[in-house]
């Protein structure tokens, strides 16, 4: 009987993560559309191709070599140790935790798009799925964790706590994009002498349809973050609601409507939610959710207009620097006081995320630079000004356009 009652419960953990993994794997079409809608028609067919073969490649990476960086855990086994007594649990968790590894490099394509050349990319997003983001993940979450997180808990009172990975996951890809996105420099005609000469997005419906893919698939992300049936908690699911609508609705006031931020409001609500979705409070939650669309809002416009920073899709507010208030934010609305569940401290969120920040930018800045040095980064002026559809793929988004 103990043991009909066990495989019971190990299928219902492995259908559990298995409907999480699918969740989460719908939101990299979401990151896709997102790209298609704001990029040039030029541009559309490669960022399609650019996320599929990123996600490709990252599986394979995450396969062989992450997931063991991470985990401890490797598949050289026979089929039926890889099945072992838990109906094949680890092989699904590696599937749902990829899904996580491969936002890293979905997460950078934004950034750079319209101008990167397409293999040094996918080089690049193949170093970070495979080590950059599984050995801080380690740290993090996996099998060597034990020591920082000892030291975050003695040091501080309590460890450093980040549920669903706003730091992890987002102020990782944010910040590892940052890098890229300055030493790629901006677009041609972005700014003229001096001038900036905004963008237009291409298509809002193919926008909304990525923003809304991801926020779907985000409750996946966040709530089968448990990982098992036990550990599930209506507290997360409510709490991503709550800071995505604060988002949108944030994000509508402060722009006037604007659809592209209020799109972006949602998923910047979501993003800031991660960390503390499982221990704030829902009024807390749209409190979160609200600023982090704030900061989009202002800083998308501090990043593009003040610094002159030439990021696309705005993935170094959007997954950075908001990741970055995610993780900061437990430390505040997690405390009993404040209509937490307690267990986290202020300094230890904080450190912990100025630290992933940190690692970030020193890698990234590592990995480019090598790659700018060894392959070079960006098309040539013909080549962008050609649109990358053509240069790269030899097709166009809309190939009876060209039909005489």
């Known amino acids: 009987m103990d043991s009909a009652v066990q495989s019971l419960s190990n299928s219902g953990d492995v259908l559990f993560l298995m409907l999480g993994a699918v969740m989460v794997f719908a939101m990299h079409a979401g990151f896709a559309f997102l790209e298609v809608g704001t990029v040039r028609k030029k541009n559309q067919t490669n960022a399609l191709v650019k996320i599929l073969t990123d996600w490709s490649v990252s599986t394979v990476v995450y396969f062989l070599v992450g997931y063991p960086i991470a985990y401890g855990v490797h598949f050289f086994m026979s089929a039926e140790g890889l099945i072992g007594a838990n109906q094949g649990y680890e092989l699904v968790r590696f599937f749902f935790l990829l899904c996580f590894a491969a936002c890293i490099p979905a997460i950078i394509s934004g950034g750079i798009a319209e101008r990167s050349r397409f293999w040094p990319q996918v080089f690049a997003g193949a170093i970070f799925a495979g080590l950059t983001y ?11 964790s034990s020591g920082l997180q000892d030291w975050f808990a003695s040091t501080f009172g309590a460890p450093f706590h980040d549920f669903a990975g706003s730091v992890v996951v987002h102020s990782m890809g944010g910040w590892l994009a940052l890098p890229a ?25 193919f926008l909304a349809l990525g923003s809304w893919i991801l926020a779907i698939g985000w409750f996946g992300f966040n709530v089968m973050s448990a ?15 709550l800071a995505m609508v604060g988002g949108v609705i944030f994000a509508v006031i402060a722009t006037k409507c604007d659809p592209g931020f209020a799109h972006n409001g949602a998923l910047a609500g979501l993003i800031a939610i991660c960390a503390g979705s499982d221990l704030v409070h829902p009024f807390a939650a749209f409190l979160i959710g609200g600023l982090g669309a704030l900061i989009f809002v202002y800083g998308f416009q501090w990043e593009q207009e003040k610094l002159k920073i030439d990021d696309v899709l705005g993935v170094w507010p959007l997954h950075g620097i908001i990741g970055t208030w995610g ?16 267990g986290v401290s202020f300094m230890s969120q904080l ?6 920040i940190v690692y970030a930018l020193v890698t990234g800045f590592l990995v480019y630079a090598i790659i700018i ?31 005489s």
Do not use: C
């Open 134 to 144: 599984p050995f801080f993940e380690s740290l993090i979450w996996g099998q060597n």
């Open 181 to 205: 996105v300055i030493l790629l420099g901006p677009r041609m005609g972005r700014w003229v002498r001096g001038k900036s000469h905004a963008i237009p997005i291409s298509n809002i419906p």
């Open 227 to 241: 990982q098992n049936l036990s550990g599930i908690s209506g507290l997360v699911a409510a709490n991503s609601l």
């Open 327 to 342: 993780g900061i934010s437990a430390g505040i609305f997690g405390y009993t006081g404040l209509g937490g569940l307690g």
């Open 351 to 356: 450190v912990g995320s100025l630290f992933a």
């Open 373 to 403: 040095k060894v392959f070079g980064f960006r098309l040539g002026d013909n080549e962008e000004f050609r649109g990358s559809d053509l240069s790269i793929h030899n097709i166009g988004s809309y190939p009876e356009d060209s039909v």
